[in-house]
């Protein structure tokens, strides 16, 4: 009997009689092959419950607690479908109304019958076989629900059922779907293959996998992969997916499958050769059909001395890991050829690794354009040296010896010596400058952004202008290029916006006075001399404007020099940047950095681009590249630096793309 009724169901028999409850249970364990566990009482009985498994409950009626129906209840309330039969002695038909009522599994009287054991073990089987495969087909009804896939059977071409899934694919609710017909998910033309192509081969092969296009309730279209299969009722299961994205993925793939500009192959995750594009066949003398299928270490790409190195990026990807690698590979037409490529995982839904991609792009341009600038900037650090050096020394020799010669003897010439020697050196420090400013920045640190702004306007000739600062702002910066940025834009505003600039010097004619290096004729009619080119007519006059002429300006009275703001006001001079109606600057925030802003006569617009270039200047005595430093260094920290016109009709400079302390790094 055991074999015929199966080993395995757990029973829990309640009897407040014990030797009837011993009785029975030794007869179920030994024919019917079940393990029982026996209690007197209702309370032993849901403690059982709550320790361990039980498949079934056989209960008496009469507990020395509360009676079987009221157990029964109680185990409801834990286990709704847990069975539960009730074998007592004390029967009626009232009390199987009660136990009726109340949920029971099976109700059996206890008479003292010859199989009545046998009949109870084949009731407590059933009621066991029963709810498991109620639990069971519960458990997959609870998996259909909660699938991501869709998934519906039909009856006679109507639905009968639909999980969410499969209704939110075509924007409806499960219950919107139940009694209709497939014509409402698709469009008419594919309703006509759907019954001409699809279903006679499902009723003749009993299944069918292909890709149809699905109606949305809103009208829209989607395709998706759809499969079928008939049940043994002769009803259809249908499970679908929408499958645009993938369709979008693949087109998209293709796109760059075929892009002649890289090499693409798929390779399976062991490595071996799917499929190759036309690009990286050029780099091959062989036939795709023979790669097919090969070990990608063991293909023409590759030498055999790197065969290893290209087994271990297999392996490192197939482990789900992005490879980036660099190689040679020889091309018949044009020889070898430098690649940058990637070997990276595809998966699938799951997660699984499915196949290996493996991309590269021809980077040989881009390797001899890096080595040709590697080799200029190797050039221009010999330049700087020779500017540095080789130049500097002759320089300071000759100023040397200048000096010696003033002492010695007055001569108009030597003023003109001096601001040659003065030019010459703005020149070689403009060149170095404008040489280191290219390079890119990596010493980045805090910088406190107004007190380096006042540290720089201490280091430019600024007597007769006025600065303020409106930042508390701190910024990531190099201190040393940051300070060379705001001397040069001061310098620049200073020289360019006042009536004393040496660009200006038709206003200054208006307005009384020549601080221009260029205005000795003028500066002698208007009894003003702060040029540096006035020797002659300062000693006429008692000033003197050369920044080498420190001895003479203190003998004739005057001292012009850029760097002595405070004693040219003492002297009356106004040299340029220090004219007493000179040229305002506001230092301030703005969205993404910071502006700097005077009040002159500004930068025409058309010449607002031209302005960064080396070499471009309105003066005769300017370098030409104070502003394109500004515009190197600017670049050096991934900065971005616009003119427009200042609120007071000057120039505004703004520099942004600037980072501070708080920002999260910049993305490499």
């Known amino acids: ?152 059977i039909l009856n006679d071409g109507e639905f009968v059922y639909a999980n969410e899934a499969y209704a939110a694919l075509y924007g409806y609710d499960p219950e919107d779907l139940v009694g209709e017909g497939w014509e409402r998910l698709y469009p008419d033309d594919e309703m006509d293959r759907i019954r001409e192509e699809v279903l006679p081969r499902v009723e003749a092969e009993g299944r069918w996998h292909g890709e149809t296009t699905g109606l949305r309730a809103d009208g829209s279209t989607f395709a998706e992969d759809h499969r079928l299969a008939t049940t043994d009722r002769g009803g259809l299961v249908c499970s679908v997916r929408d499958v645009s994205n993938r369709l979008k993925l693949d087109r998209q793939f293709e796109a760059v499958f075929e892009d002649p500009q890289m090499l693409v192959g798929v390779l399976s995750p062991d490595g071996r050769l799917r499929k190759a594009n036309r690009t990286a066949m050029e780099f091959v003398d062989a036939d795709h059909e023979d790669l097919v299928g090969r070990p990608f270490s063991e293909t023409p790409w590759w030498p055999e001395e790197r065969r290893s190195e290209v087994e271990a990026w297999i392996e490192r990807a197939a482990d789900g890991e992005y490879v980036e690698y660099d190689a040679t590979h020889v091309r018949s037409e044009t020889g070898r050829r430098s690649v940058n490529g990637t070997i990276r995982p595809v998966t699938d839904a799951s997660g699984t690794i499915v196949s290996l991609i493996v991309s590269a792009r021809d980077i040989t341009e881009r390797r001899d354009h890096e080595r040709e600038l590697q080799r200029r900037n190797d050039r221009l650090n010999e330049f700087t040296s020779v500017v540095s050096h080789d130049l500097r020394n002759p320089l300071n020799v000759a100023t040397g010896h200048l000096s010696v010669a003033r002492r010695d003897a007055e001569c108009d010439h030597l003023d003109e010596t001096a601001h040659a020697l003065d030019r010459m050196g703005d020149l070689i420090e403009d060149l170095l400058t404008l040489a280191r400013a290219g390079e890119r920045v990596s010493d980045f640190e805090t910088v406190d952004l107004a007190e380096t702004v006042r540290e720089c306007w201490r280091n430019v000739s600024t007597t007769g202008t006025a600065i303020d600062v409106e930042t508390a702002r701190s910024i990531r910066a190099d201190r040393s290029q940051l300070q060379h940025l705001l001397e040069n834009l001061f310098r620049n505003s200073v020289e360019h916006g006042s009536t004393g600039s040496r660009n200006t010097a038709d206003d200054s004619v208006e307005h009384g006075s020549t601080g221009s290096r260029n205005t000795a004729d003028d500066s002698v009619e208007h009894g003003s001399t702060g040029s540096r080119n006035t020797a002659d007519d300062s000693v006429e006059h008692g000033s003197t404007g050369s920044r080498n002429t420190a001895d003479d300006s203190v003998e004739h009275g005057s001292t012009g020099s850029r760097n002595t703001a405070d004693d040219s006001v003492e002297h009356g001079s106004t040299e340029a940047g220090t004219a007493a109606n000179g040229v305002s600057i506001t230092v301030g925030e703005c969205e993404g950095g910071f502006y700097i802003a005077d009040d002159g006569p500004g930068i025409p617009e058309a010449d607002r681009d031209a302005v960064f270039e080396s070499g471009f200047s309105t003066s005769n005595e300017g370098t030409g590249f104070g502003l394109s430093i500004v515009a190197e260094i600017a670049d050096a920290h991934d900065w971005v630096i616009t003119i427009t016109e200042s609120a007071a009709g000057g120039t505004r400079f703004e520099i942004t793309g600037v980072v501070s302390p708080a920002d999260p790094p910049p993305a490499d």
């Not at 009469?62 to 709704?80: I, K, W």
């Not at 009730?86 to 109700?107: F, K």
């Open 1 to 152: 009997m055991a074999d015929s009724v199966g080993d395995g169901i757990c029973v829990l028999y309640a009897d407040d009689d014990a030797d009837a409850a011993e009785s029975t249970a030794a007869v179920l364990e030994r024919e019917a092959g079940f393990t029982v566990e026996t209690v007197g009482d209702a309370r032993t009985g849901l403690a059982r419950l709550d320790a361990r498994d039980i498949d079934c409950v056989v209960s008496d009626y009469e507990l020395s607690d509360r009676t079987g129906t009221e157990f029964l209840r109680a185990v409801r309330d834990r286990s709704p479908d847990l069975p539960f039969v009730l074998y007592t002695g004390a029967g009626s038909e009232a009390v199987a109304s009660e136990a009726i009522s109340a949920g029971v599994t099976d109700y059996l009287r206890r008479d003292g019958h010859a199989d009545e054991h046998a009949i109870l073990a084949n009731r407590i089987h059933n009621a066991v076989e029963r709810y498991r495969r109620e639990r069971e087909r519960r458990h997959h009804l609870d998996a259909i629900e909660t699938a991501q896939e869709g998934i519906a």
